[in-house]
Structures are given as C-alpha cells and as structure tokens.
C-alpha cells in the first residue's frame, strides 16, 4: 500500500489547494515573512481562498502589508507509476500598504509553480509577480528535498528540504534555509534556520 497510497496523498501535501471540498491552510513564518493562506477547492482542479502576508526588508526600515483574494488552479498534472509532476496558477488581487507611502495600493499578484514529486524526492520553483502602482516585489524560489524512506499513508515521514528564495525591492540577496520536514497525509510541518540564522517555520493543514 505505501507507494500508491503516498502518491495519492501528494497533491495535498506539496501543492498550493487539497481535494474537492477540502479546506487548506498554510502558513510561511519567519522575521521578515509572515504569510497565512487559506482555500476551499471547489474542484479537484480549483480553489478560492484569501491570504495575508507581511513582509520587511533586510535592513528592517522597509514594511509591507498584503491582503488578498486568491484563485488557484491546476493547469497541468503527469502521473506517472512512481511520481507525479504538476503545473498551478496562482492569481491574487487586493491591496497593500507600507510604511513609506500613505493609503492602500490595488495589488496584483499572478503566479506560477511547477513541481515533481515521488514518495522520496521533491523538486519545486516558483515565481510570483507582486504588482502595485509604484511597487515592483517579484518573488522566486526554488526547493528541493528527500526522506530517507517510505512510510506508509497513515505514518509520519521526516525529509530534509532545501530553500532558495528572493524578492525584489525588499531584499538585496538571495536567502537559502535548509529544514527539516515532517509530512503525514493531511498536514505538513517544518523548521529551519536561514542564512541570516533567522529561525523559520512553516506549516500546511487539510482538513
């Protein structure tokens, strides 16, 4: 049963939205990112939600706010007999403030992440556009991870995961985390310490 169940499992652990009729929440915490995201997938393909996301820049003079609507689809999905590869749209719109303008700007996030998965190797990039009138904060990363073994569907398994991210206009440099995840087949969770020894948690919820 391990490697069909786990592969099955996969989309609503690595991917951005769950099953039909499942909410998900996740949630990026660090000094200078704070984001909680949450969705309803009301296809297997298709999911509402809304996020709030805080960011500060790596001198700490520079603060932003984000609250968004977002819509999130699967565009493309591979399986194969042991992995799994997949394409999402991610397309949010809202507003944002920060501390060196006045009032709220219209902000428009569109996105995209690709990943490919097996029950013991995860690869992933992603790129996100974070537009407003006079404020440029594209967004990439890219991840990679392995567990040491397969469990089964019902049993927890630890991976190391590896995380290089950077936003513009924020941040001059390139920030890299290695952490420690624990995956069971409705939740995530994970814990890292960055370059910068900036602690970093991470998690994912189903349900």
């Known amino acids: 049963m391990g490697v069909a169940a786990t592969l099955a499992s996969l989309p609503a652990l690595c991917g951005p939205m769950g099953f039909k009729d499942s909410w998900m929440a996740m949630g990026d915490l660090s000094p200078n990112w704070q984001e909680v995201f949450v969705n309803y997938a009301l296809t297997p393909r298709d999911a509402v939600g809304a996020s709030t996301l805080s960011m500060r820049s790596d001198d700490e003079t520079l603060t932003r706010r984000a609250n968004e609507a977002v819509y999130t689809r699967l565009l493309s999905r591979w399986n194969m007999p042991d992995a799994q590869a997949n394409i999402w749209l991610l397309a949010g719109v809202g507003s944002v403030t920060g ?32 537009r407003a009138d006079g404020l440029n904060h594209d967004y990439a990363s890219a991840r990679i991870g392995f567990s040491f ?59």
Do not use: C
């Open 99 to 130: 501390n060196d303008f006045a009032g709220a700007r219209a902000l428009a996030s569109p996105g995209l992440q690709v990943d490919y998965e097996t029950t013991r190797f995860y690869v992933s990039a992603a790129a996100r556009l974070y």
């Open 149 to 207: 073994y397969e469990v089964d569907y019902d049993q927890v398994q630890p991976w190391l995961v590896l995380e290089a991210r950077r936003m513009q206009g924020l941040s001059g440099k390139t920030e890299l985390t290695p952490m420690l995840r624990l995956i069971h087949n409705r939740y995530f969770v994970e814990l890292g310490i960055n370059t910068d020894a900036q602690v970093r948690a991470n998690f994912m919820y189903t349900f």
